[in-house]
């Protein structure tokens, strides 16, 4: 066996699969993402080449700048708010044990097997201004006033309140997986010490935990910026650009206003930010744990 993976045409076949796969499927769609970045090219005929102009143009594009500060708005949802009660409910959950613990854990992750066309439409009988759920519930307490949930002004934090409840589920299993492979050993140490549910959450869960809660929010922050299905069938941006996420305007002006060479620049700019913010989170990561 050993003399078989000595051979360099064996190891070449195990490895041409993946490394073509990866070459075809992520490196050749970056490289040409790169090069029609260069170009005005519109997704149709020929390709001219503008050098930097599209990056030059994006940096003075109002629309791009507020579709990164909502990116930006959604990862600080996420980590502030989903990611918080998220741990807290898996932990919950981990003590229930039985069926209640079975139930909950696929209540909780329901929305997210529900497809993302409903659950959009979903949410925009609950917003709607004239019948919607959330108005009806306003006018129980005393509040008659119509308001538009999507319109001027809210619609930016109403889209928000969607994306972070759609994706709680996720963050919420991979947490209860990360606390489910802990050893029961040290909580039965702990118990035996006499430490509290609040000590032993901060002083064992919590450590423990930091590898899974570095994945967690690294797959959090890029899901925030490649965000786009939810927010294209609620409100594809609106009113104005209010709600823009950086993949919905990527897509609308490729595809939408047939600037293919100025959307693949904005998906080169849109890779480097996920590059960049992935590094600085290993090593914030890592210094935490040296210290």
């Known amino acids: 066996m050993q003399k078989l993976y000595s051979n360099k045409w064996v190891i070449l076949s195990l490895v041409a ?21 260069l170009t005005d090219f519109s997704g149709l005929g020929n390709a001219t080449y503008v050098g930097l102009e599209n990056y030059k143009n994006l940096m003075s594009d109002a629309a791009f700048w507020t579709a990164l500060r909502n990116s930006i708005l959604l990862a600080f949802g996420f980590i502030l708010i989903q990611h918080p009660l998220a741990i807290i409910t898996a932990a919950i959950l981990d003590k229930l044990q039985g ?22 439409y979903l949410w925009k009988f609950i917003y709607n201004p004239n019948f919607g759920l959330l108005n009806n519930i306003l ?34 299993l991979i947490y209860y ?7 029961p050993v040290l909580y039965e140490a702990a118990a035996i010490d006499g430490a509290n549910t609040r000590t032993v959450f901060m002083k064992i869960t919590l450590p423990l935990m930091k590898p899974v809660i570095q ?23 609106g009113p104005g650009n209010e709600t823009q996420f950086l993949a919905n305007y990527l897509y609308k002006q490729a595809f939408s206003s047939f600037k293919y060479g100025y959307g693949n620049a904005i998906s080169v700019v849109f890779i480097v930010i996920c590059l960049v913010i992935t590094v600085a989170l290993n090593k914030m990561f890592q210094e935490k744990e040296v210290k």
């Open 139 to 172: 006018k129980i307490f005393g509040y008659n006033k119509e308001v538009n949930w999507l319109g001027s002004g809210m619609a930016i934090w109403s889209v928000l309140v969607v994306l972070i409840w759609h994706g709680f589920g996720w963050g919420m």
């Open 17 to 37: 699969p993946g490394l073509l796969t990866f070459i075809f499927a992520i490196l050749a769609p970056i490289c040409l993402s790169f090069y029609y970045g």
């Open 99 to 120: 069926k209640a613990e079975g139930f909950f854990r696929c209540v909780y992750f329901i929305p997210n097997v529900i497809s993302v066309a409903i659950i959009a």
């Open 215 to 237: 994945v967690n929010v690294t797959l959090a922050i890029i899901a925030a910026l490649k965000q786009m299905e939810t927010v294209y069938l609620l409100t594809n941006g």
């Open 177 to 183: 997986t990360g606390i489910k492979n802990i050893d």
